[in-house]
């Protein structure tokens, strides 16, 4: 039960409240006073007839002008307003008393040193911060606000330290401790970056395998030229995160990036998306080459842009005009284009489906961007990183990833790469069930080996029957390229006659 009291500032009036509370009986649980004029009290919750006759007494106390019940006391939303903050702060968060020992901590402080708060509460942060003596910091003179390199077992932190001064009665200071605050070198990293005028691309690139380091070397260098660039790689790898890095890096900066996938842009709709509309004379749209000048444009998906829209890219690569759809006038353009795709262009010009002029335009430079199962080093650096960012935005506290779902993420495929580890984090902490670490069970990944695909976990069948679906496959895919039986014969180390039954059993011909 908790009452607030409308009153005025007089001697003895909190008393007179207490002595009518002491007639029924009744316990004081806590009191709060606020200079606005309220007192606020809690006690047990007593029944309706009791505070029937409670509240018109409290209301004849001179100097009280009204009386009512309460949700809470304002002591109670400070006490929980902070409880809430330090629980969804990323930072490991720690209030030491003047021996350095601990009072308050965070969620995430909890997470860090892995410890339960009843273990870790009134023992000194010593035993578990190395670095820095916190009793002797406080037994100073004059205690000043102060930041420092810290450890916590063979992790390194950047320590800030603030005292805590409460004034006394004669407006002295008296120190009554400490917040710590521990930042890991990561998150301060990210926010020297958000301070910058001009964030550069690659600092937001996590490289940590040698194939990421040789591509970042590539692309460090192709970003400073204005010609033509294409990026190759499989969906998910992070070709567009590579893109708007090489814009960033560029003197094109200052401009607009804008990113076309080309796969979603109906045919019918291409040229007039890409290079403007008119109509009478009058410029009814203006294409995303105009709306880019001075910047970049960023083609994604290349191999997918219809035919007609390939001749006049062709053309704006040659001479850097263009006309829009419906109109006579010369439009220069003043763009940069970057390319992508996952497909192989130079088979696509050989069978006719890409332009080989155009092929050879935009590919004057170009970087291959690894698949994740080629750098498999870099899987639990970005699981670090995607559940640090995730957790953060969605207030989730998990911060560590369990031994077997370590082992787990190293072995896995990953046939969707980089955005498919990331989807699997996003959704392994949007779905948190309270849990401390990161398990394989969160993760929810399909079953997946390279060379067959993704299991079915209701798979119905024998040994023979799987093998001879993956034989058939193979062949179907290999024939084209190996079109006699005596050269696929060769490749797959087999007999002549063995290959000529396999090819007749599976009823697979050449093409005609």
């Known amino acids: 039960m908790r009452l607030e009291v409308c009153c005025m500032d007089r001697v003895g009036l909190a008393k007179d409240i207490l002595m009518i509370l002491e007639g029924y009986g009744i316990n004081l649980i806590a009191i709060d006073a606020s200079n606005q004029g309220f007192l606020y009290l809690q006690f047990a919750e007593v029944n309706f007839d009791v505070l029937s006759e409670l509240l018109p ?85 004059l205690v000043l606000a102060q930041a420092t390199r810290v450890n916590i077992g063979q992790h390194e932190y950047l320590a800030e330290m603030l005292p805590i001064y409460l004034p006394d009665e004669s407006d002295k200071s008296i120190l009554a ?45 192709m970003a400073q030229l204005d010609a033509p660039l294409l990026i190759t790689g499989e969906t998910g790898t992070g070709k567009e995160l590579m893109a708007r890095a090489c814009h960033d890096a560029s003197m094109r900066r200052e401009h607009p990036f804008i990113a076309i996938n080309c796969a979603a842009l109906p045919d019918s709709a291409a040229e007039e998306e890409l290079f403007g509309f008119v109509s009478n004379g009058i410029v009814v749209k203006r294409g995303f080459f105009e709306e880019g000048k001075g910047g970049t444009v960023f083609l994604d998906e290349i191999a997918e842009m219809s035919k007609s829209a390939q001749v006049k890219l062709l053309r704006l690569l040659q001479d850097g005009t263009f006309r829009r759809l419906g109109g006579d006038n010369e439009v220069r353009a003043d763009v940069r284009i970057i390319c992508s795709t996952q497909k192989n262009l130079a088979e696509l010009c050989q069978s006719g489906e890409f332009r080989e002029d155009l092929f050879y335009r ?25 559940l640090e960012h995730y957790s953060q935005q969605l207030s989730i506290p998990i911060r560590r990833i369990s031994a077997k779902c370590r082992e787990h993420l190293l072995n896995y495929a990953w046939p969707g790469n980089v955005r498919q580890l990331k989807n699997a984090i996003f959704r392994a902490v949007s779905m948190w069930d309270g849990s401390a670490e990161l398990s394989v069970d969160h993760l929810k990944l399909p079953s997946y080996a390279e060379g067959f695909g993704y299991f079915d976990h209701q798979f119905e069948g024998s040994l023979d029957q799987a093998m001879k679906q993956f034989e058939s496959s193979l062949l179907r895919r290999l024939y084209p390229a190996y079109p006699s039986t005596r050269q696929l014969a ?18 697979i011909s050449k093409q005609k």
């Open 490 to 507: 060769k490749k797959l180390g087999v007999s002549h006659t063995a290959i000529a039954n396999k090819l007749r059993e599976y009823k």
């Open 362 to 386: 935009i590919h004057v430079l170009s970087f291959h961007m690894p698949s994740l199962r080629e750098r498999k080093i870099d899987v639990i650096p970005l699981t670090e990183m995607f």
């Open 177 to 221: 401790g400490a917040v710590v605050s521990l930042k890991s070198p990561a998150r301060v990293g990210k926010q020297f970056n958000a301070l910058q005028s001009h964030t550069v691309g690659f600092e937001n690139v996590l490289v940590t395998s040698d194939k990421m380091k040789e591509v970042l070397v590539q692309a460090r260098r």
């Open 57 to 141: 007494l409290i209301r004849k106390v001179e100097g009280v002008h009204d009386v009512r019940t309460v949700s809470f006391m304002p002591s109670e939303q400070e006490h929980y307003a902070l409880k809430t903050l330090l629980k969804t702060l990323p930072d490991s968060v720690f209030s030491i008393d003047v021996k350095g020992r601990v009072r308050i901590v965070n969620e995430s402080a909890l997470m860090t040193v892995g410890m339960a708060e009843h273990e870790i509460i009134d023992e000194p942060l010593n035993h578990w911060v190395q670095g820095f003596n916190f009793s002797r910091w406080l037994s100073e003179s």
